[in-house]
């Protein structure tokens, strides 16, 4: 029995390195235009998935757009429920003209602190000090449409 378990603990260390197991952080956003400050009135919802890589330098993320007519862009925003924040990282776009958006939007992307656009925030300085802040609750999604360019669905940030 010893001979296995000493087997078991050193493939434990032989595939993740350590010892201990790593695994990724997922945040999930589900957005509505009810979510907007002010709220809108839309048919336009979204989601966002985003994953953490295990040394929080990179975050990968997919953004799905239903019924959204015109989508310009779409951010990850500084910013606590029912308060607008400045954006942090760019999720899509820009693009004046828009596109019609009905599905997955942006797949298979990633951010990395040279993605961080505003520095100065409430949020913090860095990937890492944003990822706190979405562990925190001070993050949200949003898509801008041509329509609504102050948002037209927005959703909080939450770790699952």
């Given at each position: 029995?010893r001979v296995?378990?000493?087997?078991?603990?050193?493939?434990?260390?032989?595939?993740t390195?350590?010892?201990?197991?790593?695994a990724?952080?997922?945040?999930?956003?589900?957005?509505?235009?009810?979510q907007?400050?002010?709220?809108?009135?839309?048919?336009?919802?979204?989601?966002?998935k985003?994953?953490?890589?295990?040394?929080?330098?990179?975050?990968?993320?997919?953004?799905?757009?239903?019924?959204?007519?015109?989508?310009?862009?779409?951010?990850?925003?500084?910013?606590?429920?029912?308060?607008?924040g400045?954006?942090?990282?760019?999720?899509?776009?820009?693009?004046?003209?828009?596109?019609?958006?009905?599905g997955?939007?942006?797949?298979?992307?990633t951010f990395?602190?040279?993605?961080?656009?505003?520095?100065?925030?409430?949020?913090g300085?860095t990937?890492?000090d944003?990822?706190?802040?979405?562990?925190?609750?001070?993050?949200?999604?949003?898509?801008h449409?041509?329509?609504?360019?102050?948002?037209?669905?927005r959703?909080?940030?939450?770790?699952q």
């Amino acid at each position: 029995m010893r001979v296995f378990a000493a087997i078991a603990a050193l493939l434990l260390v032989t595939f993740t390195g350590t010892g201990t197991a790593h695994a990724d952080e997922i945040f999930k956003a589900t957005m509505t235009g009810d979510q907007e400050v002010p709220p809108v009135t839309t048919i336009t919802t979204g989601r966002a998935k985003i994953r953490i890589n295990d040394d929080a330098s990179a975050g990968e993320f997919s953004l799905t757009v239903n019924d959204g007519t015109r989508a310009i862009q779409a951010h990850i925003h500084c910013g606590v429920p029912g308060v607008n924040g400045p954006v942090v990282i760019f999720l899509a776009g820009p693009r004046n003209e828009g596109w019609d958006v009905d599905g997955e939007w942006v797949s298979n992307a990633t951010f990395t602190d040279a993605n961080v656009i505003l520095r100065d925030t409430d949020c913090g300085a860095t990937l890492a000090d944003i990822i706190q802040a979405m562990r925190d609750g001070k993050t949200y999604a949003n898509v801008h449409t041509v329509a609504n360019p102050g948002g037209e669905a927005r959703g909080l940030i939450q770790q699952q």
